[in-house]
């Protein structure tokens, strides 16, 4: 053994649990700060924002969106794309309603729903992997593969009406707060965790940043990759469930409208689309900027019919805002 | 010649013999109206395919075009002035696509992705989220129209593959898309604003969106703010079926029609046995699968022997 | 432009030269890339520039074309001073420069292709008139002897053709000025005799023709002069005729000594580590036979394009195999790089900003890229622990400044090469693989690096080292192979090794 500097054990570990979120402190500052504002602006127009009922509506709406897109930030820092998140997360919740419905036990609906959208991430990821596909064009067939699936299974019929236990899920409140806010706060434990704290998180980011350089270093990246998307399909999976448990309902479109707010949500975030750079907190950030975005849109009796326009324009500023603190890539002419 | 080309055939030949119906006029004809929208959006997506982008946008795009111009025509202006608003709303979101990929470098799906819910947030907005109706009778009549025997939408479509084969062949603007798909430094070293015609690629595809609004309005003599919203994926299918790369600048308009005519067929036939149109989205995601497959294998082949 | 031919000084009789260049310089942070470096281009003659790595012939060119500004100096074309800013200003004076990656589109006809931005359009319609377009790439075709088709596309065309449609392309702007960066790198030799006619040909027809070259044998069969520089200085012009190889080479090599890394002692070779025997890759190396063993630095030297980044990315798993085997530590090696890195193999690639670093992350992250398993075997990775080991290896690297989270971007070449070292040192390897490790970091760095290297082998590993700077290899290696077209053109003992064979066996073979 020539070359070790230091033996791993023998220097003591400082406090780990800063690391955790070490790094970004200005950025996340700033997206604190961002949220701040737009909470002031809505209290200030609306006397029904601050109520609690609002608020933890806020989260609930939130922590859907985060769900989703938790698992595109880890794609995402890896130097991918994954745009069949959405209707992942619709063929899931079907498939899911229709086993609970049948008067299956509903823990075999939730297997379902998680099984299903792994196994799609792992046909993007093997997609990607074993044809090369450009991850966008990979994943928009598998959008449409999985939306077709899903309206197929439907036959454009609505599946409702799930036991309460079930529906306690999305509903629920534990200590006053939602259910699915514990939940997105164990996503985001566990995600950041996994990012910053174990080997194969570094790895993701080393592969987004330079997958050639990461590749020569010998990281295994194939098998990487097919993990961040077989995780971006489960996050779909866990995102249909409590989706499926809030509304109490399943129907061929309801992830759709889903999409252009969980990509916006991780670039808000911070995690640049080229890869390599950003963080789960930071998308947690931008998934509660864009739910007070649409919630104030709701309070000020702003027609729904809006929602994709502001969306779209809040996700090319986003991406605008992405490049310029990135710097650009270089292209002459 | 690409992969598609038997693959067709053979379904065609099957379409022939198992679907019942499939062969009558009336069928025939019908393939060809389905086919003239498809064709039309088609045909700009090869360029900018060819050009390493995607128009995510582009069936949202045509969506509000429609939408547009169903609200002049309602609103009792005359046809002409309501193709020049579709026309215009169409250029408006090709110019901000390219706009965004040749001067921000921005990547195309994304670009496209925010601009598909602008176009899909309009339209519902313009239109509350109703179907628009009440057109008058002018654009149905035109829709019905028989030019030298040939439908107007087939008419319509056919010149715009023309146009689009005059362009790609024999301006600059055509030689460009080739250089940079394949080579954008070297454009930029032979002195031309690449720049520019990068962002031309993307207005020319907006520009026929709002042409073909005409025929998706005048189809129903109605408009609905999301009608067209995937057809864009039935259009970057056909091109990718057609054999256009997404990587090297290659792109051939006659596979993208031939793309394009499969797609059709296979939609017909499958509506013909009563296979309902999510699990045809799903045949085409089969089939783009088995030419991508069909294409690697022989790609890898010529290089082992190379 | 008249036509006279050179008298015997090897001076064309024509007395204003086409081009001047008169004192330039041109000098980045840290590097002098030119120096005060004249040169004359007469019409009718083809003037051969000689020089190692480094020595300033890129920058040269890039000042004629307008992609460098000089601090200082003069241009001067047919007697009158101008201005070169940009490509543009090149072109209008009819210069035209053939780079080594060639600028065609793949999917384009050729007549397109030489046709790319000055396109002959018909007056009234605007549309491109293809018949005008193909009868004069036709015509330029014709005068180069040339019997392509203009139909035929790009992507159909082998390396020389591309090479040949290259100078038509430059040719049909009516080019005077032809500079050629190494035009026979990619060729055959059979295709560079068809080169060489064809550029016998355009002297005859007055152009005037600059041309980099690294083989001497084309040096005497087309040069009439020949400039030789080093460390960005014009050494000499000379008429080809009256020169003779070594003395060419002499003053290629000939710097200050002093400037080069002095080992402490040479190596006791131990056993093998690397053995690789019948090598050929897709990638141009053939039946290449070479083993390194336990403390010792062996060289691979050659000319640009002779194969050696090839071998070592073949050896590591980059590139496929197609026939050959390698051993290392006797076992045979089959994989990816991961499986190759896992054995001990480190890569330190030559391009280190695009294969190396990722330079958006830290000194830190990327210093600890290749050894996470090894220092966190259960997966569990520890931010304390790796900023220790991190701050460990930064000591024991010098690197500068010391700050573990410091982006790598904004690094000194010098400093961001340390670090792609570093993450091997972590790792434990025992074999490295040192590609240019040198290039483009001042001095200081220089010899930073190869007492790292020497570091290395005293603790027992094996290294082998790549380089086209022979004064490294002469002196830092116990012993060297040399590359020539993709094959071994030979091995050199210590007492063997000096510029002056490495140069020969990399430019004649063995």
């Not at chain 3, 190596?267 to 190396?285: D, H, S």
């Not at chain 3, 690297?397 to 690094?411: D, E, S």
Request: proline share 4%.
């Amino acid at each position: 053994m020539p070359n070790n500097p230091v033996s791993a054990t023998a220097v003591r570990s400082p406090q780990h649990w800063r690391h955790l979120f070490a790094g970004d402190g200005a950025e996340l500052a700033l997206r604190v700060a961002l949220i701040v504002l737009i909470g002031s602006a809505l209290a200030l127009a609306s006397d029904a924002f601050l109520s609690t009922a609002n608020v933890l509506n806020v989260l609930r709406q939130a922590s859907l969106i985060f769900l989703l897109a938790a698992g595109l930030t880890l794609v995402i820092l890896c130097g991918g794309f994954d745009l069949s998140v959405a209707a992942n997360l619709t063929l899931s919740a079907c498939l899911a309603a229709g086993v609970i419905k049948s008067g299956l036990s509903p823990w075999l609906g939730i297997a379902t729903a998680l099984a299903c959208g792994t196994a799609a991430g792992a046909l993007n990821g093997l997609a990607v992997t074993l044809l090369r596909l450009p991850p966008f064009l990979a994943t928009y067939a598998m959008l449409w593969i999985l939306q077709g699936l899903a309206f197929h299974y439907m036959g454009g019929q609505e599946i409702f009406g799930f036991p309460p236990a079930f529906r306690a899920l999305g509903t629920g409140f534990a200590f006053g707060v939602p259910v699915p806010v514990y939940l997105m706060a164990v996503v985001l434990f566990v995600a950041t965790v996994f990012v910053r704290s174990t080997n194969v998180g570094q790895e993701i980011y080393a592969i987004g940043a330079n997958p050639e350089a990461a590749r020569l270093s010998g990281i295994p990246m194939r098998r990487r990759q097919m993990l961040v998307y077989m995780l971006s399909g489960l996050m779909s999976g866990i995102a249909a469930v409590v989706f499926l448990a809030r509304v109490n309902a399943a129907d061929s479109g309801m992830g759709e409208p889903l999409l252009l707010p969980a990509i916006a949500a991780v670039l808000i975030g911070g995690t640049s689309l080229f890869g390599g750079v950003g963080s789960v907190l930071g998308t947690v950030l931008g998934a509660i900027i864009l739910a007070l975005v649409i919630n104030g849109m709701n309070l000020l009796d702003i027609r729904a019919q809006w929602q994709p326009l502001v969306v779209g324009v809040v996700l090319l500023v986003a991406v605008m805002v992405d490049l310029v603190a990135r710097g650009r890539r270089e292209r002459i002419g | 010649m690409p992969a598609i080309l038997p693959i067709g055939l053979l379904l065609v030949a099957g379409a022939l013999v198992a679907v019942h119906g499939f062969a009558s006029t009336r069928n025939v004809a019908n393939l060809g109206l389905q086919a003239s929208i498809l064709l039309m959006l088609a045909m700009p997506m090869t360029l900018i395919i060819m050009s390493e982008g995607l128009d995510l946008s582009a069936g949202a795009v045509l969506s509000l075009c429609s939408v547009v111009m169903a609200e002049a025509l309602a609103g009792g202006h005359g046809l002409a002035s309501a193709l020049a608003a579709s026309v215009a709303v169409g250029l408006g979101f090709g110019l901000a696509n390219g706009a965004m990929v040749s001067l921000l470098a921005l990547p195309p799906f994304v670009v496209t992705l925010g601009t598909l819910g602008i176009a899909e947030g309009a339209a519902l907005v313009v239109t509350e989220g109703n179907a628009v109706s009440g057109l008058g009778s002018g654009i149905a009549s035109l829709y019905a129209l028989d030019v030298f025997g040939l439908p107007f939408p087939v008419l319509v479509a056919l010149a715009t593959w023309l146009l689009t084969y005059v362009l790609l062949h024999y301006t600059r603007f055509g030689t460009y898309v080739f250089a940079i798909g394949g080579n954008r430094d070297a454009l930029v070293l032979a002195g031309a604003p690449a720049w520019a015609y990068h962002i031309a690629i993307y207005a020319f595809g907006g520009l026929v969106s709002g042409v073909a609004a005409l025929l998706l309005t005048g189809r129903m003599n109605a408009a609905h703010p999301t009608v067209a919203i995937g057809m864009e994926f039935d259009a970057i299918a056909a091109v990718v079926l057609g054999g256009t790369s997404f990587e090297r600048g290659d792109g051939r308009l006659l596979g993208t029609v031939l793309g394009v005519a499969t797609i059709t067929v296979l939609r017909n036939a499958l509506d013909l046995l009563g296979i309902e149109s999510s699990l045809q989205v799903v045949s085409i995601g089969g089939l783009i699968l088995l030419v991508i497959v069909i294409d690697r294998l022989r790609r890898s082949r010529r290089e082992q022997v190379a | 432009m008249n036509r006279d031919d050179t008298d015997g000084s090897g001076q064309p009789a024509s007395a204003v030269p086409l081009l001047a260049l008169r004192n330039v310089s041109k000098t980045f942070p840290g590097v002098r890339a030119l120096d005060d470096v004249s040169l004359d281009l007469h019409a009718g003659e083809v003037h051969m520039l000689l020089g190692e790595n480094g020595a300033g012939k890129s920058s040269l060119i890039k000042v004629l074309y307008g992609a460098y500004r000089a601090d200082a100096g003069t241009i001067l074309c047919d007697g009158r001073l101008v201005e070169i800013t940009r490509p543009a200003d090149a072109r209008r004076l009819g210069i035209a420069v053939i780079f080594q990656e060639f600028s065609l589109v793949p999917f384009l006809d050729l007549a397109q292709n030489i046709f790319l931005g000055r396109e002959p359009r018909r007056p009234l319609t605007r549309l491109i008139d293809h018949g005008r377009m193909h009868r004069e790439a036709r015509a330029v075709l014709d005068s180069l002897g040339l019997d392509y088709d203009t139909r035929a596309l790009a992507v159909d065309l082998g390396v020389a053709q591309q090479q040949m449609v290259e100078i038509a392309k430059a040719l049909s702007q009516r080019a005077r000025i032809l500079v050629m960066d190494e035009p026979t790198a990619a060729l055959s030799e059979r295709e560079s005799k068809t080169l060489f006619t064809l550029i016998r040909q355009l002297r005859a027809s007055g152009v005037a023709i600059a041309c980099i070259s690294h083989r001497m044998q084309e040096v005497f069969e087309l040069g009439d002069r020949v400039t030789v520089l080093r460390d960005g200085r014009r050494v000499a012009t000379l008429p080809a005729r009256e020169a003779t190889p070594d003395q060419l080479i002499g003053m290629m090599v000939g710097r200050a000594v002093g400037a080069v890394y002095k080992r402490r002692q040479y190596g006791k070779a131990g056993e093998i580590v690397l053995e690789v025997r019948g090598l050929t890759t897709a990638t141009g190396v053939r039946d290449v036979d070479l083993n390194v063993r336990e403390g010792e630095i062996v060289g691979l030297s050659g000319l640009v394009g002779a194969g050696r980044t090839e071998v070592a990315r073949a050896v590591f798993g980059a590139d496929a195999i197609v026939a050959g085997e390698v051993r290392i530590f006797g076992a045979i090696a089959k994989g990816g790089p991961e499986r190759i890195a896992a054995r001990g193999v480190a890569l330190i690639p030559e391009n280190r900003k695009l294969e190396g670093l990722a330079l958006k992350r830290s000194v830190q992250d990327n210093l600890l890229v290749a050894s996470l398993w090894k220092l966190f075997p259960r997966g569990w990775y520890r931010a304390g622990v790796a900023r220790a080991c991190a701050r460990a290896l930064i000591d024991r690297l010098r690197v500068t400044p010391p700050a573990p989270r410091r982006m790598v971007r904004v690094l000194s070449g010098g400093n961001q090469q340390k670090i792609v070292v570093g993450k091997w040192l972590a790792a434990g390897c025992k074999l490295f693989l040192f590609d240019e490790p040198t290039r483009g970091i001042d001095v200081g760095a220089k010899s930073e690096i190869f007492a790292l290297i020497e570091d290395l082998v005293e603790r027992g590993a094996a290294v082998l080292l790549i380089s086209a700077e022979l004064a490294e290899i002469v002196h830092v290696c116990d012993r060297a192979y040399v590359m020539r077209a993709g094959r071994i053109g030979g091995e050199l003992a210590r007492t063997e090794l000096s510029e002056e064979n490495i140069l020969r066996l990399a430019m004649h073979g063995a």
